[in-house]
């Protein structure tokens, strides 16, 4: 199901260190997550 509370938006500018759990990947440089 999707859900409608997420976004697929990449975040600017950010400081922080972002751990996943394996389920992200790289797609023409794009982050994507839970993919």
């Given at each position: 199901t999707?859900r409608?509370?997420?976004q697929d938006?990449p975040?600017k500018e950010?400081d922080?260190?972002?751990?996943?759990?394996?389920?992200?990947?790289?797609?023409q440089?794009?982050?994507?997550?839970?993919?």
């Open positions: 999707v409608p509370d997420l938006v975040l950010v922080a260190t972002v751990f996943t759990d394996s389920s992200s990947l790289l797609k440089g794009v982050r994507k997550a839970g993919a």
